[in-house]
Antibody, heavy 117, light 109 residues
Framework: EVQLVESGGGLVQPGGSLRLSCAAS????????MNWVRQAPGKGLEWVSH????????YYADSVKGRFTISRDNAKNSLSLQMNSLRAEDTAVYYC??????????WGKGTTVTVSS | EIVLTQSPGTLSLSPGERATLSCRAS???????LAWYQQKPGQAPRLLIY???SRATGIPDRFSGSGSGTDFTLTISRLEPEDFAVYYC??????????FGGGTKVEIK
C-alpha cells in the first residue's frame, strides 16, 4: 500500500526550530515531486512548500520563505521540512503529499506542530 | 497569484439530497489544473476529482466535477451519510504552484 508517514511534530517555543520528516513506502519515491501542506486549527488547507523529484526545483509559500527549508533523500525515501524561527501562526497539522501531474494524490495522516510559550 | 473562492461556506442538506459546490478562480485556470478534495474531521484530505472532471480511484460515481475557465462545480448527486465533510478545490499554477480554496462544509440538516 502506498503510504506517507509524517513525524517530528511537537511543542516548541516561539523562535525555536523543528524538523519534520515524511517516510514514503510502496512507490518509487524518486520519481515524484513532493509537497508540504498545513492546516491551522479550525482553518483550511495552506500549501507550504514543493520540491521536485530530483530537488532541482523548490518553492515556498511567502509565509514561510526564509524560515523553512524543504529537502529530500531519495536513497532513504524520505522528505524533510526544517522549520526555523517558528511563530505562533505556524501552529498547524503538517501533511506531506505526493504530487502527481497537477494535484496531490497521496496524503500522509499529518503531524501536529504547536508553537507556544 | 490565483485566488480560489468557494461557495457557499456551509451547505446544510439531508441525506439523499443533491449538493452543488462552487469554486471560482480570480483568473482563468486550465481545466487539467483543477482538483477537489474531501476532508473529514481528524483525517487527511482525500483526492476526489482531478482535471476538473475525472474521478480519482475508488471515488463513487455520485461525485462529479465540471466547469472551465474561472467557474468550477463539484456535484454530489445523492448525499450519503459518509459524504458530510469539508470539500476543498485546488488549482495548480506557476507561482505558487498550489493554491486551495477556503472550503465548503457540507453538514447534515
Amino acid at each position: 500500500e502506498v503510504q506517507l508517514v509524517e513525524s517530528g511534530g511537537g511543542l516548541v517555543q516561539p523562535g525555536g526550530s523543528l524538523r519534520l520528516s515524511c517516510a514514503a513506502s510502496a512507490f518509487t519515491f524518486s520519481s515524484y515531486s513532493m509537497n508540504w501542506v498545513r492546516q491551522a486549527p479550525g482553518k483550511g488547507l495552506e500549501w507550504v512548500s514543493h520540491i521536485s523529484s530530483g530537488s532541482s526545483t523548490i518553492y515556498y509559500a511567502d509565509s514561510v520563505k526564509g524560515r523553512f527549508t524543504i529537502s529530500r533523500d531519495n536513497a532513504k525515501n524520505s522528505l524533510s521540512l526544517q522549520m526555523n524561527s517558528l511563530r505562533a501562526e505556524d501552529t498547524a497539522v503538517y501533511y506531506c503529499g505526493r504530487f502527481y501531474n497537477y494535484y496531490i494524490d497521496v496524503w500522509g495522516k499529518g503531524t501536529t506542530v504547536t508553537v507556544s510559550s | 497569484e490565483i485566488v480560489l473562492t468557494q461557495s457557499p461556506g456551509t451547505l446544510s442538506l439531508s441525506p439523499g439530497e443533491r449538493a452543488t459546490l462552487s469554486c471560482r478562480a480570480s483568473q482563468s485556470v486550465g481545466s487539467s489544473h483543477l482538483a477537489w478534495y474531501q476532508q473529514k474531521p481528524g483525517q487527511a484530505p482525500r483526492l476526489l476529482i482531478y482535471g476538473a472532471s475525472s474521478r480519482a480511484t475508488g471515488i463513487p460515481d455520485r461525485f462529479s466535477g465540471s466547469g472551465s475557465g474561472t467557474d468550477f462545480t463539484l456535484t454530489i448527486s445523492r448525499l450519503e451519510p459518509e459524504d458530510f465533510a469539508v470539500y476543498y478545490c485546488q488549482q495548480y499554477g506557476s507561482s505558487p504552484p498550489l493554491t486551495f480554496g477556503g472550503g465548503t462544509k457540507v453538514e447534515i440538516k
